[in-house]
């Protein structure tokens, strides 16, 4: 059974600080996808990185691909509230399955 | 485009009862997905269809669940008869490819007393 492992599962912050968020698995993914949902809706993709090593920004929002398409990361520079939701990742398998994190619970306070 | 509509948005029944829940996709995509949400096991995927031809079910919990898709721009899935341990919040969604971003609806929360 494949398996991505988050963590941490929560987080909680205060406004401005930096934080990381890593997703884990001893599987090869052919691509990564972070989601963001936010309490009553539906997840909503941030991201998708298909390169091993690939890095991308999305404004204070850096996510990387492990080198060798295992793991990812994402790091929020100077979080605010705004940034408050379950972050999600989701591994793309040889089989076009999506395999799906449990999910990061980020709070950052005023 | 008006994305994924889900309906109803909350779902409050009585065990036994039959539920059933709907999903438009988004038009032109070719591949709907219900997924189960719980605090406890997080987001399931239970079934997915591919032009509307269910593709993999096995994450369907029991055979009280069942998953229809009639034509590209409708499903429904329906649990009968429901019980507690089916409160979750469920969603669908769509990709324009299999497996490719996905589209999430808004949800429904569904209470089963």
């Known amino acids: 059974t494949q398996l991505l492992e988050q963590s941490p599962q929560f987080l909680s912050i205060q406004e401005g600080e930096n934080l990381t968020v890593y997703c884990n698995s001893s599987?090869?993914?052919?691509?990564l996808q972070w989601y963001r949902q936010e309490p009553g809706e539906g997840p909503v993709l941030l991201v998708t990185?298909?390169?091993g090593g690939e890095v991308k920004k999305l404004k204070r929002l850096t996510f990387q691909f492990g080198d060798a398409r295992k793991d990812s990361s994402l790091h929020i520079t100077a979080a605010q509230p705004g940034d408050t939701g379950l972050y999600l990742c989701a591994g793309l398998d040889s089989n076009y399955q999506l395999i799906w994190g449990a999910g990061t619970k980020l709070i950052i306070k005023p | 485009d008006a994305g994924v509509i889900q309906s109803p948005r909350h779902e409050v029944t009585e065990m036994g009862q039959e539920v059933t829940l709907r999903c438009k996709p988004i038009s032109g995509h070719n591949s709907l997905f219900w997924y189960r949400q719980t605090m406890m096991r997080g987001l399931e995927l239970l079934i997915y269809?591919?032009?509307?031809?269910?593709?993999?079910d096995s994450g369907m919990p029991e055979d009280r669940f069942s998953a229809k898709m009639p034509n590209a721009s409708f499903s429904t899935l329906k649990i009968q008869p429901s019980e507690p341990r089916d409160s979750a919040v469920y969603f669908c969604?769509?990709?324009?490819?299999?497996?490719?971003?996905?589209?999430f609806g808004q949800g429904t929360r569904l209470t089963v007393v």
């Open positions: 990185v298909v390169t």
């Open positions: 269809f591919n032009n509307n031809v269910p593709i993999d």
């Open positions: 969604a769509s990709s324009p490819f299999l497996n490719t971003e996905a589209f």
């Open positions: 599987s090869v993914f052919s691509s």
